[in-house]
């Protein structure tokens, strides 16, 4: 079935769960006031579902291939990414100094998120812009500036970013591309990258590498590496692209889903060198990469939030629809069709609260973007920055892997129908499989929250989270209406094993780090548990003025269903420590 | 990498989570004492290994396809299932009397394990063949017997289920396939069946078909289904196959995995009916069928055991090879192989355990078997019995949600490489996915243990089982080393949680079905959990002995890491039907 974009769900998210509600009162948000918000978000959504939607199954079916050295897309493909640049919606967040509508990032989010659920294969590309974006207005020189943004917040050509080599995944301290000074202030660039998404295409009339090398004097490790922009062609004096750059696809990879997005073998320099421009300073192209990665987090974990979303209109129009057996809530003719099943009533509710929890997590961390920047303090603004750090890998694990599990619980829904490729649930499952891997596999995310994200500020900024929950319980104990059932007592359960979790992780990031790591899985999954379930409850309360019904039987049905394994994944976190290093003498198969 | 048979585990787990070692010791198993057992599972894992194995991707690759009206396998795999006839091997449980081995099912299940683990789509057929023999033997005609038995026990011809119909999935009652009466006795047989696996295929001279279908005066709904005997080709005076018989695969599904299995579209009788013979009596089909499924439910819990443990060696492997970044724990050159990192060690223990837990219930499940046909006492046998229906849709539903899991935790451990086919992790998980679904949906499954096999002997057969369990919490406490951790406590608590929900589930089958079906799901991962766990739990105290070192450290993780939500499911369980019930409004999807 076609894609549905959720306007009035991503509204009252947006609302309630992230703060545009309480930002359009306070004026940060002034600009999206008036029903701007909704207008804007009704256009994006039309392009999910007239533009994207239509052309998804053929992107899985055809896949992107290389043909005579460069990559086709599927059909239709082309014509979109056309449409996609005349709608101009590359540029939503970026500020209009440099040709953007510069909109809430809390906004383009909600775009991303229709976006990605129409077509996620095709939404790689455009969305690999916004970091490379984000990255040359805060590293790039003026001169890099003028020559490639408006190109690149046009929609024009899109970006790609080059990190991964064969030995260097995770740790691009093994990264080992190289980069040699030319007389004239360029580099030439040559080495091998893998994993390069859309690293070509017949799209755009360019593209724009970011690419990842080291100088020849650079020093070892992370602190040696230098970021450049090498585009496919050269420009020509009038800006057009001109002569081939040294640079090309050698293969594109099978993959599980995401058939439409080319995944690039890139080979750079097999003839001496392709030109690159440095961004910012040399050895410093780290710190530009974490620019642009922080933003593309947020994004993937959007993706788990789409797929999420997309799985679940997918399943419930399925259960509507088909009919088995008899059901005793059902007084129709006939077989009942099968949400009146109970479990499958189970499967499905479990399929929206942990989509809706995921999009809470998501939306908040965007609107902390927007605040970072927009508050009128300081102070403010660096604790809403610090928000966003916390929040973001969390946004990105906690989402994908809830990707993951609604995609596969809508195949299940399905029954043997979603197992058959035509209809269309399992190129879903498989799609959001890759979004719990990329951009740091969410193990990654899991150490960066534990290791580098509850430290910040000495703690306080965790710490502010939960007291920012605990505002929300004391709401909810006050209303504590009938509805809600026991959503308040499984709330607090949850906020506290959060709270003493992180205590005990606050108290072992120094002194015995391996421990905290051997948690960090289960403790990132426990944050999401009571941050989501804490933003849903924040939805149900506003939804008892009568703004949405669904919110309050979806938010219980969270909190009693699920987020009431809480306790056990603080145990799993706080004794975990011994069986998980006591674990490579089980595994059998290490010195 | 290639499969390598796990034979001392699976001895390990068939010895002191099933009853292998007690049943040599008290006789029931005088057949394979003295390495009998050991010496048949080297060998069925050779052919694993050696014949099975080999042609996995190929089949993955290339798939089973329709080419001139009939199916094509893959490249190699009618070779293969020549070597499966010429082994020997679709006999090992079938008595002696009618042409097998009359070996128990407790080792069948092993070897069956290890053939699927190495070739899932390619076990599909032989399998098939299991619960056609057992249908002829229980309620075939002499007739019936003599003339097909020897060819399906020797594996010369295999079978083939043909229940599903494209409205009658779950819900047979909705069956519309026709039998009309001829003359000498036999039967046309004219319908569509969808879903049929191995509904054709070359790699056989025949294929023997079950097909349910209604006689012209059968009652409605599931009383009126018969089962037949229809073959591909007729049998000449000789027996040999001679006319082809009329019916006729009319396509092959494209499936998320098992690519080399054909999923067939069946027609029969588009020229006047195709040729069969009753099975048993007239509008008994489905007593027939359950015979089959039964065997068939137990054969697809191990096939979510077989995809586990290819999932976790082939994880281990990448984990001990593939190196990133430093670890604390690795004192060696250069980066640390991953599975130093405490967070990957987390991965790889939790597919360990999982996948030794669903391979404890599936080995406890045939013993019982074993045990319902072999035991000297007409009670004890009769207890047996209903243990096996007990413990059946666990198995079943446990096991493939686990090899679901463990599949795609598998993909998680391999990084970016998870998601490239060529490194084969992602296949497994495609190939799990199915498990979940055929042979009765995991939610039927749930189903079928809350309203059908908790009320056998007025619950006293779950109340048995529970028992047994706190048999070996007993001899826990009793021993209780420093090196089990938690494991008792949380196995207490486990059981108690159990038993506890299991009162509750038997309070509400009479009363508040509903009730009761809305936490179906939960309920049977939670009796999974604590039967799972208190069977790793014997294996660590039989390994107390010396026998196998990796038995306690993977029980106790299991326990103290897995186990330990058993708390939050009784919840979800006890406290889950008003946010389920609730649901149909909050879904907003029905009127």
Redesign the interface.
Known sequence: MPYRAPIDDILFAMNHAAGMKEGIESGVYADIADGFARTLLEEAGKFAEDILDPINRSGDLHGSRLVNGGVQTAPGWKEAYAKWHEGGWAGVVTPQEFGGMGLPHLLNSACFEMWTAANMAFMLCPCLSFGAVDALIAHGSKALQDIWLPRLVSGEWPATMNL?EP?A???L??LRSRAERNPDGTYRISGQK??ITYGDHDMSANIVHLVLARLPDAPPGTRGISLFIVPKFLLNADGAPGAANDLRCTGV?????IHGSP?CVMSYGDHGGAIGWLVGEENRGLACMFTMMNAARLAVGLQGVALGERAFQHA??Y??ER???RA??YNGEG?A?I???????????TM?ALTQAARAICYLTADATDRSHRLPDAEARKQAGERVALLTPVAKAFSTDIG?EVA?IG??VH??M?????TGA?QF??DA??A???EG???IQ??DLVQRKLPLSGGATVRREIQDMRRTLAELDRVNAPEF??MALRLHEAVDALERATEWMLGKTGSA??DA??G??PYLRLFGLARGGVSLAAMALAARDGES??AI??A??FA??IA??A??LE??VT??A?????????????A
Request: charged residues 20%; hydrophobic residues 40%; aromatic residues 6%.
């Open positions: 991964t030995q995944g995770s740790d301290a093994a893998i994993f990879e099978h993959k599980m889903g995944t419930l129009a259960a509507c009919r088995q057996g005793a809530a077989m069709p949400v009146y099943h109970p479990d499958v009533r189970r499967q499905l509710m929206k993951n596969s195949v299940q029954g043997g979603g197992f058959i490729e035509e399992a499952m498989r499989r890759i719990a891997i990329y596999t969410n193990g899991a150490i059932g026991k780090l391996e790591l051997a960090a899985t019904g669904a039987p979806t219980r049905f009693e269903q009431v394994g306790g056990a145990t799993t004794e975990g011994e069986g998980v290093g006591g674990a490579l003498a089980a595994l059998g198969a290490v």
